[in-house]
């Protein structure tokens, strides 16, 4: 069992452009969900998912695009990126609200 | 504007020393209260989490404080440790459709002196 494997673990990115963050989990969970991680501001939803095919907005989602095709995969998009998108992101999955496991992690610095 | 506040932002104990960490919430639709441990470099880890119908809950050394009226709850780490130094966040989430929406609170470093 890997859980929940996030790649890449490091990113560098040039103001503009696209890239998307992958998240994968080998439990067969139902919930998943993305954060964003910033110093002084705890972990913030950019968006989850109930469900393959079902998707839903968090509280930061400008700016990011998720689709969620398989139970397995949910990644994360970000369209253009913006210096304000330099954070660490976690993917997180759940067979319901009261287990999560998160990834390890992907540190997005946008220059 | 934060949907759960938590505070201190950084707390030094003694081993031995008991650890407070308060969170503060406004929304009374919150129903779901857990608290997440996280080591450097690694993503949070569910430590424990609380239910507003009981007012404590204990797992071995760390005890949630529940208090409904005050919209308040708090982690409590008894017999510190070293290896308990982590960063640990408070969270919330409401009923309903929403119910895999949570609002974490912006985080306390922990520093257990040996």
């Known amino acids: 069992n890997a859980g929940v494997t996030q790649t890449p673990k490091f990113q560098v990115l040039k103001t503009g452009q696209s890239m998307t963050l992958q998240c994968a989990q080998d439990?067969?969970?139902?919930?998943m969900s993305w954060y964003r991680q910033d110093p002084g501001m705890g972990l913030r939803l950019i968006h989850y998912?109930?469900?393959?095919?079902?998707?839903d907005q968090g509280e930061v989602p400008n700016g990011y695009n998720v689709s969620r095709s398989t139970t397995e995969d949910f990644p994360l998009r970000l369209l253009s990126a913006a210096p304000s998108q330099t954070s660490v992101y976690f993917c997180?999955?759940?067979?319901?609200?009261?287990?999560?496991?998160f990834g390890s992690g992907t540190r997005l610095t946008v220059v | 504007q934060q949907q759960v506040k938590q505070s201190p932002q950084s707390l030094i104990v003694q081993k031995g020393g008991i650890s407070i960490i308060n969170c503060a919430y406004e929304?009374?639709?919150?129903?779901?209260f857990p608290w997440y441990q996280q080591f450097p470099g690694k993503g949070p880890a569910l430590l424990i989490a609380?239910?507003?119908?009981?007012s404590e809950k204990k797992e071995g050394r760390f005890t949630i404080s529940f208090n409904k009226s005050a919209k308040q709850f708090s982690l409590h780490i008894m017999d510190s440790q070293p290896g308990d130094s982590a960063t640990y966040f408070c969270?919330?989430?409401?009923?309903?459709?929403?119910?895999?929406?949570?609002?974490f609170g912006s985080g306390t470093k922990l520093n257990v002196k040996p």
């Open positions: 997180a999955s759940s067979y319901s609200r009261e287990g999560y496991t």
């Open positions: 439990m067969n969970h139902e919930y």
């Open positions: 998912s109930v469900g393959a095919g079902i998707t």
């Open positions: 929304n009374t639709a919150f129903d779901y």
């Open positions: 609380i239910r507003p119908d009981v």
């Open positions: 969270a919330a989430s409401s009923r309903g459709y929403n119910f895999n929406k949570f609002y």
